[in-house]
């Protein structure tokens, strides 16, 4: 059973920057393609960024393009989310998400086999 566990969330002023973790438990992490998701109050959840199994590609959602860079160390089981520049529309739920490489693509939540409980980041204006 693979689990996650997110953590780095908080209360920051806009402009400013944080850095999301998520750990993963087991010993196949490096065979997971990784994924960030969020979710604001009464919003849908969306996808902000993922990254292949290896840390070669990179996906991200424009809202979040040239501000976020997600990232991995696949020898300390660990994707991370560093976040610059942040807005007050940032402001939700982080989950972090684990799918296999063949589970179709990035970008749908649906994909992903494995969730977080979530983080939250909120920003204030």
């Known amino acids: 059973q693979v689990q996650l566990v997110e953590s780095g969330g908080g209360l920051v002023q806009a402009g400013g920057s944080l850095r999301l973790s998520c750990a993963v438990s087991g010993r196949t992490f490096s065979s997971y393609e990784m994924g960030w998701f969020r979710q604001a109050p009464g919003k849908e959840r969306e996808f902000v960024a993922a990254i292949d199994s290896s840390g070669g590609r990179t996906y991200y959602a424009d809202s979040v393009k040239g501000r976020f860079t997600i990232s991995r160390d696949n020898a300390k089981n660990t994707v991370y989310l560093q976040m610059n520049s942040l807005k007050p529309e940032d402001t939700a739920v982080y989950y972090c998400?684990?799918?296999?490489?063949?589970?179709?693509?990035?970008?749908?939540?649906?994909?992903?086999?494995?969730w977080g409980q979530g983080t939250q980041v909120t920003v204030s204006s």
């Open positions: 998400a684990a799918k296999r490489w063949y589970s179709g693509s990035y970008y749908q939540g649906t994909n992903y086999n494995y």
